[in-house]
């Protein structure tokens, strides 16, 4: 990948997972803070403000091409497979599960696009 050119439908399904990985998470942590107790601990907080930097990142290099995209890819998909699992125990909560399902689907399309196996 160099900078510039265009954006394949691979880019751009990895870029708008991403996109939705990052908002999701962002909305995720706004909802812990509301609930408070358990939902605040770090083993949650964590994996989702690790989700929205890394995910935003990696949409935003993958958009400009720049040569280390396939590397944040591969990085991104660890991170929101991190972020997934920490969602799950949660999974009674429609808004944890939700980020759960919507991380893992940014894993899959970044580890396709880095072409790393889970």
Do not use: F, W
């Not at 920490?86 to 944890?96: F, G, I, K, Q, R």
Request: proline letters at 3%; aromatic letters at 2%; a negative charge.
């Amino acid at each position: 990948m160099n900078y510039g050119g265009k954006i394949s439908g691979e880019m751009q399904k990895s870029i708008d997972a991403c996109i939705e990985s990052y908002s999701c998470c962002e909305q995720a942590i706004a909802h812990c803070l509301k609930q408070g107790g358990q939902y605040v601990d770090m083993m949650m907080m964590g994996p989702l403000m690790d989700c929205v930097d890394v995910a935003r990142a990696c949409a935003d290099m993958i958009m400009r091409q720049s040569p280390q995209a396939l590397e944040m890819s591969a990085t991104c998909a660890r991170v929101a497979d991190m972020c997934a699992e920490a969602c799950t125990t949660m999974n009674s909560d429609p808004v944890m599960k939700r980020c759960a399902g919507i991380c893992r689907t940014c894993a899959e399309a970044c580890r396709s696009l880095a072409g790393v196996r889970a």
